[in-house]
C-alpha cells in the first residue's frame, strides 16, 4: 500500500515544529543568526511543519531569541500558512497587558497563525533578570537613560 505509507508520511511531517532559540556561531553576527532562522522557518513552512516558535533567552551571546514578538512577526511577514508563536514568553519579565496586547496585534497581522505560549522562569541570570524585573523609587522613564 504505498498510497497509506504516502499518506501517513505526510500526516508525521504535518506534525513537526521547531523551537529555535537563534544560535549564534562563530563567526556569526546576530543579525546574520536571525537571517538564517528567518530562512529556516521560511523552509519549514514550505515543508509542510505545523508550527515554528521562538524561545525567549537573555545575556548569552550565542542566543539571539530575546523578543520573540518582535521574531515572531518577522516570520509570519515571511511565511504563509505555519503557526509563529513563542516557546515562551516568560511572564516575570514582561507586564501581562502588554504581551496580551502584542499578541493582539500579530493576530491581527497573521490571523489564525499566532501562537503564545507562556513561562514563568526568568529566562536568564540573575543579574539580567534583575535588570528586566527592575523597579524601585525612581521611575522607568527617570532611569531609561541608565
Do not use: C, K
Not at 556561531?25 to 505545523?50: K, N, Y
Not at 516557546?87 to 502584542?102: R, S
Amino acid at each position: 500500500m504505498p498510497g497509506a505509507a504516502a499518506r501517513l508520511g505526510r500526516m508525521m511531517l504535518r506534525a513537526l515544529s521547531v523551537l529555535d532559540l537563534i544560535p549564534v556561531r562563530t563567526g556569526q553576527t546576530s543579525a546574520d543568526a536571525v537571517a538564517a532562522s528567518v530562512a529556516l522557518a521560511v523552509l519549514a513552512d514550505r515543508l509542510g511543519f505545523e508550527r515554528y516558535w521562538f524561545a525567549e533567552h537573555h545575556n548569552m551571546p550565542s542566543v539571539a531569541s530575546t523578543a520573540p514578538p518582535v521574531l515572531i512577526a518577522a516570520v509570519a511577514a515571511q511565511t504563509e500558512r505555519i503557526r509563529v508563536g513563542s516557546g515562551g514568553v516568560m511572564l516575570p519579565n514582561h507586564a501581562p497587558f502588554t504581551v496580551g496586547e502584542q499578541f493582539a496585534a500579530l493576530e491581527a497581522l497573521a490571523p489564525g497563525r499566532i501562537d503564545l505560549g507562556l513561562g514563568r522562569a526568568p529566562g536568564s541570570d540573575p543579574v539580567i533578570t534583575a535588570l528586566l524585573r527592575s523597579s524601585g523609587p525612581t521611575s522607568d522613564v527617570e532611569r531609561f537613560e541608565q
